[in-house]
């Protein structure tokens, strides 16, 4: 199975690039970059060198991922949101030796706007709220906001929100799936 490119997308040497996947208008594709099946990838997209895309990734519009991202499966980037890979850029100090990785784990989703700044994972599904500024790393399930970004609560697989009774059981209000909190952390169960 073959990707689609739109004819203004440019995509470098050295580049992988799975099956069904869709690049779309004045994107740039950099060298060594890994991309899933099934991706799509918005206009206006950089992808910088040796970033890595898991399967089925939506990249919306005006989105820049730097050199250090690794997104895994099924995440999604909402219009204009960007990482950062170095913490204290200089424009006459080279720093490309200090790059640090952010990985966005399976099912994330980050908002519109949004800054995920360098050295900070986001774990499997949360979901970042637009225009967060995130300074520190993101549990599984949690729902962040804000600048600072701060935890307000948990989302769903489905990306509801999760309202916890008693004994720390919520249920998901379109999957029906359970989850339980449990020492600040968020798991699925039966899963």
């Not at 918005?42 to 690794?70: A, D, F, H, R, W």
């Not at 219009?79 to 080279?94: C, L």
């Not at 609560?153 to 720390?168: I, K, P, V």
Request: hydrophobic share 40%; proline share 3%.
């Amino acid at each position: 199975m073959s990707y689609f490119a739109h004819e203004t997308a440019v995509i470098d040497e050295g580049c992988q690039i799975g099956g069904g996947t869709k690049i779309w208008h004045f994107s740039h594709i950099m060298p060594n970059c890994i991309i899933g099946e099934k991706c799509n990838i918005g206009q206006n997209v950089v992808v910088s060198p040796e970033v890595v895309l898991g399967k089925n990734v939506k990249i919306q519009n005006n989105v820049s991922l730097y050199t250090g991202v690794i997104c895994e499966d099924d995440v999604f980037l909402g219009p204009s949101m960007v990482f950062t890979n170095v913490m204290n850029p200089r424009s006459a100090v080279n720093r490309k030796n200090e790059y640090l990785k952010t990985i966005v784990r399976k099912g994330a989703s980050i908002g519109a706007n949004a800054t995920i700044v360098c050295g900070h994972d986001i774990g499997k599904y949360a979901f970042i709220g637009a225009g967060a500024v995130v300074i520190k790393t993101v549990p599984d399930y949690a729902l962040v906001v804000g600048n600072p970004a701060r935890q307000i609560g948990w989302m769903s697989e489905y990306g509801h929100r999760l309202n916890f009774d008693a004994s720390g059981i919520a249920t998901c209000e379109e999957s029906n799936e359970q989850y339980k909190l449990e020492n600040k952390e968020v798991k699925k169960i039966n899963d």
